[in-house]
Nanobody, 124 residues
Framework: QVQLVEFGGGLVQAGGSLRLSCEAS????????VGWFRQAPGKEREFVAA????????NYRDSVKGRFTISRDNAMNSVYLQMNSLKPEDTAVYYC?????????????????WGQGTQVTVSS
């Protein structure tokens, strides 16, 4: 079993930055692909970004490309989401998820483990 905990959410003005962290415990997730998803009020949860086990391959939803960067530090059992140039439409609960295979996917159903989420609020 892998337990995931997200950190780093908060309130920021439009144009600002936040860095989310996802820390894993229970077992190493070195060989796991990891993704970030988000859910805004009244909307479906959606894919944001994903990274493969090595950190060499990543994928982003179009609306965050060039603004968000996903990275990982396997020695620290952590994955990060650097969010720059934040917009009010980025407001959501952000979830970290891991899947017990090494390559990435955007499909939520493919992820076995989920964190509890962290709130990101961007004011205009």
């Amino acid at each position: 079993q892998v337990q995931l905990v997200e950190f780093g959410g908060g309130l920021v003005q439009a144009g600002g930055s936040l860095r989310l962290s996802c820390e894993a415990s229970g077992r190493t997730f070195t060989n796991y692909a990891v993704g970030w998803f988000r859910q805004a009020p009244g909307k479906e949860r959606e894919f944001v970004a994903a990274i493969d086990w090595s950190g060499d391959e990543s994928n982003y939803r179009d609306s965050v490309k060039g603004r968000f960067t996903i990275s990982r530090d396997n020695a620290m059992n952590s994955v990060y989401l650097q969010m720059n140039s934040l917009k009010p439409e980025d407001t959501a609960v952000y979830y970290c998820a891991a899947r017990s295979v090494s390559w990435i996917t955007t499909f939520q159903a493919s992820f076995n483990y989920w964190g509890q989420g962290t709130q990101v609020t961007v004011s205009s």
